[in-house]
């Protein structure tokens, strides 16, 4: 059973297009993410969601829409999308985001998304 | 704010020793290790919650000094199966009863046979 589950792993779309990528996760956190990670790697957090309300809200285009229909759930719809928008999108979970020691992220595996 | 990782790759041969540093120009409440192989997605290593914490596992250690608000991590004998991208992540009170992890930009660790 994996524990932070995301959909789909691989997305080529053209330049314009709009499209969304699914999250659950079964550990029972509160807490959920959305990271982005370039090509040079580096994790860049774009949403935190802590029991569905929006906490973080990163310098993110407005393109970006998050969606938490419940805690299990965070789900990304990008419209319009962009060359630059090509990256792996990591969806996450920690316990909470009272403390450093429920901070402890848990990774999806992934969706990479390559627009062209 | 972003903490800052060094080196920023480093080539081992099976059996050596490295060290990876991790420091904060901010105070820090806890650092956390994460290593990612290719393809893959960041798993969690160790949290050190407490200044002068070590923690280890297997041949992976680290340390956390509080009061230099930096962070090393040991990696002893290194195997192949070391190889990845190493990040440190520190928390900082982000308001509300709330905390963000902030990643470094990572190390890329490479062993060689």
């Known amino acids: 059973d994996t524990a932070v589950s995301q959909t789909p792993k691989y997305l080529v779309t053209q330049m314009g297009n709009d499209k969304s990528i699914k999250c659950e996760q079964n550990?029972?956190?509160?807490?959920m993410y959305w990271y982005k990670q370039d090509s040079k790697k580096f994790l860049k957090i774009m949403f935190s969601?802590?029991?569905?309300?929006?906490?973080i809200n990163e310098t993110v285009p407005n393109r970006f829409s998050p969606k938490s229909p419940d805690k299990a759930h965070l789900n990304l719809h990008i419209n319009s999308l962009e060359l630059g928008d090509s990256a792996v999108y990591f969806c996450?979970?920690?316990?909470?985001?009272?403390?450093?020691?429920?901070?402890?992220?848990?990774f999806g595996e992934g969706s990479w998304l390559t627009v062209v | 704010q972003q903490p800052v990782q060094s080196p920023q790759a480093v080539i081992l041969r099976e059996g050596e020793d490295a060290v990876i540093n991790c420091s904060s120009s901010?105070?820090?409440?806890?650092v956390h290790w994460y290593r990612q192989k290719h393809g893959e997605a960041p798993i969690f290593l160790m949290i050190l919650l407490k200044g002068g914490e070590q923690k280890g596992h297997d041949k992976i250690s680290a340390s956390f000094n509080e009061k230099k608000q930096q962070s090393s991590l040991y990696l002893t004998a290194s195997q192949l199966s070391y190889s990845g991208t190493y990040f440190c992540g520190t928390d900082s009170y982000s308001g509300a009863g709330s905390y963000q992890l902030t990643f470094g930009k990572g190390t890329k660790l490479s062993v060689i046979p």
């Open positions: 969601y802590n029991n569905k309300e929006l906490i």
């Open positions: 550990l029972g956190h509160d807490t």
């Open positions: 996450a979970s920690s316990q909470d985001n009272s403390g450093p020691a429920g901070n402890t992220i848990y």
């Open positions: 901010k105070a820090l409440y806890s």
